[in-house]
């Protein structure tokens, strides 16, 4: 492992020059057990310049980010290499490794400053935060006298966009939103003008509009106080958006590294390649997740497909509806056998309809008259920012969640709020996979055993004919049937993921709800997610509900758009009819705030 | 809004102190057939036993009984002693200062005491030092007091060194804190047994707070080391330490009753034996109220510091 | 760590080709007791546990005198032509009483603790799932309970009801469920939450099997813990009852006795004392020693899971 790999690099800025303010070289990290983390890294910030440095997790990233300011976290430890910072001023450079402690913590917070990546978790909830931005100042001394510390606070928080009034420095970090808290981080890290900054993925708590915002403070920052930034993040989105430069890591290694367009326009290294060719894009130009072999067929197929309108129709389908519903409670079998054929009742009722949902605890109205239609085969994408409610309206539709007016149809068959209430059938052709690969198996029981559980409680077949289920089910999820006797803690996120698909599979459900389901995954993993989707949606002619807060997402997955704005559906039409007229006005900020690609 | 909070919990301690004498009264009804025949025994004239029915109250309803019972609470009527015929307040009267004097020596040893090793432990993690520290306090706080207290004994006052007293020396009716090294023992050894409890929890809570966010970035502020401990994590630490700080404290008030026994310490806790084994009912419930009091005191007192040191409590109070 | 690994995985599989197929992955998994044995403590404290608790069930098999015998021209002596650790304050052989005087000991320390993780583990489980206003009321009943400690709660039952066996392990069993049931509702409440369990839900399982199959077998780890310290507190319980004479009455064999017998002589015949407050010594420590080792155990896998 410690053999280094050489990093494809697009131009000479690496090479020693005068703008350059901190230079790793040859950068090695150790475990306290000697394995190597980091196997040589180089890299150089310039003035006035962000670096972004981009990777999946694992790969080091943050290791190197903290090692710029000599901090090793619990059980990592120094291996060898070289970390030069030139503050301003001094004549000559400080070797970083070189310095003691108290020299060290004179440099960290007034020369190099850390911007974290969780400024609910970071910032200090016993003290107030203008308590914690003056603490930088009192701890490096700066200026002269009491009055010029506290004016600094005062102007840096303005700086940031925030009031630097008596009080709000006076609130406790709690009495602040997300957005704001990480303000607070920045300008902590901006009150003694360093020369560095490092930023830890700033903005990944954030949603894309708070996100924008405070992008758009870091950017604004950097140039006004001439400093040089390193951009840790996972996401090439935000790295295209904020970063003069970027690089690439891989497993402790760095890869490649230049100007942002060239090295995301041109990717030289395998890696890059297969990053850039993972991460979905607005546009909807290349399909994420495989050879561009199948390109978008699917969403052209699937263009005759009609759509209700949310505005359309109030009362007129819900009366249809109860006329139906006799017969077809009857026909719910024979429906879900043969449903590819449309028999005489899906012809006329949507597959799923969700019709006047609405949620609220208390004052707070969660969802607000929802209305929402699925067709067999369908791919509808509802996306939201948290709190949205989307998660809520996901959890309704699938029975977990039995606190909603309104009511959901399956095949114009209302609905029984709790899924304990549904028919068996009812139960069946609606199933749920969850946002977490890691909370959604049970760690106790092997894979075989919590994929069995659906049939099991269907009451389908013998113990023989589950097993082959259940190992179809891991066979078309591409995991596998060595995969059964497995337990989840010896998957990966991923595996995890696919093995949950699976068990929403075995039923051989006509809708499939997925919540969120590649929010917790690295970029490459949930281009792979997203095309095991596409697949089983062409083989299994699968109705899906896709549940995200990602926009990017929706033209490689989604034939409809429903967009979730605080519990009501402000947009909803075929997805490209909406990405490119957009009705709403949060739709059209939504899709402004996507950094672009 | 912070009396508020406050009265809240205030309340609540009312209620569960009503329901724990609710709980203490109702025992008694559990007295198997004629309570005063089990107290006076077979050979006891009918007389005898009308004259204590009437004595306890027994032939009145349970409910008047126990409203009887206790409105004396209110009024520091404990009832009356069926073993030495007078007022129980004025049995414990002395022996509740005698004990409240060991808890306190115990208390103000054992909190700054465990708060300072749990910190020294939790800064120096992994090392020998906290090694064989956590092993000390493990096996401290796997005995029984009456084991530790023997070892002491048989340490420093019997068997290796002769220099303190075993037993409590003081004739009855001297103040125990007269002759002050008979304190010692028994105090040792409630420090002892209550210390490894509160040095388990601060190393636990300080290694959890010094892993946090806000840690790492108040290092990475280049703030001190010694600010960073102070300021910034023992602060978070007092919190959740304060609740085992008081269920120790609570707990003080029952193990003291072993350790007096052992010492022969003119305390509540003797007392306490003593009516048990004489089955004395009306004491054995005023003890069992009054410790079931310092329980819900020093919850409340926890609860306070709880409070004080979380800004999010503080102000959504 | 372990996580870091798994994703290094899908870095692996995912930096070769996203489409595919993830390989397969050697398993991580080691069973609960290996990983209890892993540790200094676990095997310290099961080899202490076991040569105390193999001391006291075989003891009455090997008892050199009767442990009622007495011979009053040795009492209280440190060695006596009888016995190696000579004879207590009636003349009695000590050796004979230690060997016999743990059993009884041990067993009412197993049954409370027992009795208390039954109780105190199903209420705390299904206040957790139920929720709601039983929830409510089951912890403010604990809260009462909680408010008087163990030891003056079983005076008081002994007050009222004598100092018989099967008083001493109902009300140190029953003093123990609040306290156990209150690590179980927690245990419980962290769970709950998880995806898994609304899986199950969803799936319409029956609610006793979602208890058995999905959430017990993920509370074991605390659940071992808390047995294993109740089993320490219980035993010290117990034993101190004995001690203060109101647990085993005399002339029963019975470590806490004998230490209360005992102890005035402790400077002419410290055997009569000293071995049975070693044996109990032991015996808490090998038990809370595993308890600890539980407890490592149980991070380890959180780590994992």
């Known amino acids: 492992m410690s053999t280094k790999t050489e990093t494809v690099r697009h131009d000479d800025a690496n090479e020693p020059n005068e703008k350059i303010v901190l230079r790793v070289s040859d950068l090695r990290v150790l475990t306290n057990a000697g394995d190597e983390i980091l196997h040589g890294v180089d890299f150089a910030l310039a003035r006035g310049e962000i670096l972004g440095l981009v990777g999946e997790s694992g790969s080091g990233k943050t290791t190197a980010g903290l090692a710029c300011m000599g901090h090793f976290r619990e059980g990592l430890k120094f291996g060898s290499g070289s970390v030069s910072i030139w503050p301003r001023g001094d004549a000559t450079h ?52 009491d009055r010029e510390r506290a004016d600094r606070v005062a102007e840096v928080l303005v700086d940031v ?3 630097g009034d008596r009080a709000y420095q006076r609130r406790w970090p709690h009495q602040l939103s997300g957005g704001q808290q990480q303000r607070i981080g920045i300008a902590m890290a901006f009150a003694m003008y360093p020369d560095v900054l490092i930023l830890d993925e700033p903005t990944t708590g954030l949603d894309v509009s708070t996100q924008s915002v405070v992008l758009d403070t870091i950017r604004q920052m950097t140039v006004a106080n001439n400093v040089a930034g390193l951009y840790i993040t996972h996401d090439l989105a935000v790295i295209k958006d904020i970063s003069d430069r970027v690089a690439v890591m891989l497993r402790g290694d760095l890869v490649e590294e230049g100007p942002v367009s060239a090295v995301l326009e041109r990717p030289q290294h395998d890696y890059t390649k297969m990053l850039m060719a993972a991460v979905p894009d607005l546009a909807g130009r290349k399909t994420i997740g495989d050879g561009a072999a199948e390109a978008k067929a699917v969403a052209e197929a699937d263009e005759k497909t009609h759509i209700l309108v949310s505005t359309g129709e109030p009362g007129g389908s819900a009366d249809s509806g109860e006329h139906r519903s006799d017969g077809d409670a009857r026909d719910g079998e024979a429906a879900s056998a043969g449903e590819r054929d449309g028999g005489a009742a899906s012809a006329t009722a949507p597959l799923l309809e969700a019709k006047d949902v609405a949620l609220a605890y208390g004052k707070a109205q969660i969802l607000d008259g929802i209305n929402l239609t699925l067709e067999p085969g369908e791919c509808t994408m509802l996306l939201g920012e948290s709190g949205s409610g989307k998660t809520t309206l996901s959890q309704c539709v699938a029975g977990l969640n039995d606190d909603y007016k309104g009511s959901v149809r399956l095949r114009g068959t209302e609905l029984a709020r709790s899924t304990r209430k549904r028919t068996n059938e009812q139960r069946v052709g609606i199933q749920y996979v969850f946002q977490s690969p890691f909370s959604s198996l049970n760690p106790r029981r092997s894979i075989g055993q919590s994929l069995t559980v659906p049939l099991e409680m269907s009451g389908q077949g013998t113990a023989a ?110 997805t490209a009819q909406v990405l490119e007229d957009p009705s709403h006005e949060y739709t059209r900020a939504l899709i402004a705030d996507v950094p672009k690609f | 809004m912070f009396g508020k909070v406050i009265g809240k919990r205030l309340i609540f301690s009312a209620f569960i102190l009503l329901a724990v004498s609710l709980l203490v009264f109702g025992a008694t009804l559990l007295l198997p057939g004629d309570a005063a025949r089990a107290i006076l025994g077979q050979q006891a004239t009918p007389e005898r036993i009308a004259a204590l029915n009437e004595q306890l109250g027994l032939n009145d309803p349970a409910w008047l009984r126990y409203l009887h019972w206790l409105g004396g609470l209110f009024v520091g009527d404990f009832g009356t002693s069926s073993a030495s015929g007078g007022p129980v307040s004025e049995l414990l009267g002395d022996r509740l200062a005698a004990s409240f004097i060991l808890m306190a020596l115990a208390a103000i040893i ?79 050894t409630l420090v002892l047994v209550v210390t490894p409890y509160i040095v388990r929890m601060m190393r636990a809570t300080m290694i959890e707070v010094l892993d946090s966010g806000f840690v790492e970035m108040a290092r990475l502020k280049g703030v001190p080391e010694k600010r960073v401990i102070m300021r910034h994590a023992v602060p978070h630490a007092l919190g959740p330490v304060a609740q085992v700080v008081a269920i120790q404290l609570a707990w003080l008030a029952g193990g003291v009753v072993v350790v007096e026994f052992l010492f022969r310490y003119p305390g509540l806790g003797q007392a306490l034996i003593d009516a048990v084994t004489y089955r004395d009912v009306q004491v054995v419930q005023a003890i069992s109220m009054l410790v079931a009091a310092v329980y819900v005191a020093v919850n409340l007192a926890a609860d306070v510091v709880g409070i004080l040191t979380n800004p999010k409590l503080r102000s959504a109070a | 760590m372990s996580t870091d690994a798994n994703s290094l995985d899908d870095l692996k599989s995912a930096a070769t080709d996203a489409a595919e197929v993830p390989k397969e992955s050697a398993t991580t998994y080691v069973p609960f007791y290996k990983r209890v044995l892993a540790q200094k403590q676990g095997k310290i404290g099961l080899i202490i546990t076991m040569v105390v608790v193999a001391l006291a069930l075989c003891g009455p098999l090997l008892l050199p005198w009767a442990t009622g015998n007495t011979a009053t021209e040795f009492v209280t002596k440190p060695f006596s032509p009888y016995g190696l650790f000579g004879s207590d304050n009636l003349g009695r052989d000590v050796l004979s009483r230690f060997l016999a005087g743990g059993l009884t000991l041990i067993v009412y320390a197993v049954l409370a603790t027992a009795l208390g993780m039954i109780v105190g583990a199903l209420v705390g489980m299904l206040a957790a799932y139920i929720g709601g206003t039983f929830d409510a009321v089951i912890m403010r009943i604990n809260d009462v309970f909680l408010a008087i400690p163990q030891l003056v709660f079983a005076l008081l039952a002994i007050t009222v009801l004598g100092p018989q066996g099967w008083v001493l392990v109902t009300v140190i069993g029953l003093t123990h469920a609040p306290r156990i049931a209150r690590v179980a509702r927690s245990a419980t409440l962290g769970v709950i939450t998880e995806d898994y369990i609304k899986a199950a839900e969803m799936y319409a399982m029956p609610r006793w099997k979602v208890l058995i199959r999905e959430l017990l077998p993920n509370i074991t780890g605390p659940l071992s813990v808390e047995a294993g310290l109740r089993l320490t507190y219980s035993i010290g319980y117990i034993a101190s009852l004995s001690f203060l004479g109101l647990g085993l009455q005399p002339p029963a064999a019975d470590w806490g006795l004998m230490i209360n017998e005992n102890r005035i002589a402790l400077s002419i015949q410290p055997w009569g004392v000293l071995l049975p407050v070693i044996a109990i010594a032991l015996l808490t420590i090998g038990t809370n020693l595993l308890a600890d080792s539980f407890a490592r155990a149980t991070a380890s896998t959180s780590v994992e899971a």
């Open chain 1, 94 to 145: 400080l070797e970083v490794g070189e310095l003691d402690e108290v020299a060290l913590r004179d440099l960290r917070g007034s020369r190099i400053a850390y911007i974290p990546q969780d400024p609910a978790l970071s910032l200090n909830p016993a003290m107030r935060v203008g308590e914690q931005i003056r603490e930088v100042l009192d701890i490096h001394d700066f200026g002269a006298s």
């Open chain 1, 161 to 163: 966009g925030l009031p």
């Open chain 1, 465 to 574: 004919s589950r097993k082959a289920t259940v190992e179809e089910a891991l066979d078309s999820v591409r995991l596998g049937r060595t995969f059964y006797h497995r337990r989840p803690g010896d998957l990966s996120g991923g595996e995890r993921q696919r093995a949950a698909i699976a068990r929403a599979l075995v039923n051989a459900p006509s809708v499939m709800v997925c919540d969120e389901i590649t929010s917790a995954l690295d970029v490459s993993v949930q281009a792979s997610i997203v095309a095991l989707l596409r697949t089983l949606r062409e083989e299994r002619q699968l109705a899906m509900l896709f549940v995200t807060h990602n926009i990017a997402l929706s033209r490689h997955i989604a034939d409809n758009l429903a967009v979730l704005n605080k519990g009501k559906i402000v947009d909803y039409g075929p």
């Open chain 2, 110 to 188: 054992s909190v700054p005491l465990g708060i300072g090793l749990g910190v020294y432990q939790a800064l120096h993690r992994g090392k020998r030092r906290d090694q064989t520290m956590t092993g000390i306090s493990l096996v401290l706080a796997s005995m029984p007091e009456f084991v530790i207290g023997i070892g002491l004994v048989a340490l420093f006052a019997t068997s290796v060194f002769q220099i303190l007293p075993a037993v409590t020396l003081a004739p009855p009716g001297e103040p125990v804190w007269n002759r002050p090294e008979q304190l010692i023992l028994p105090t040792l």
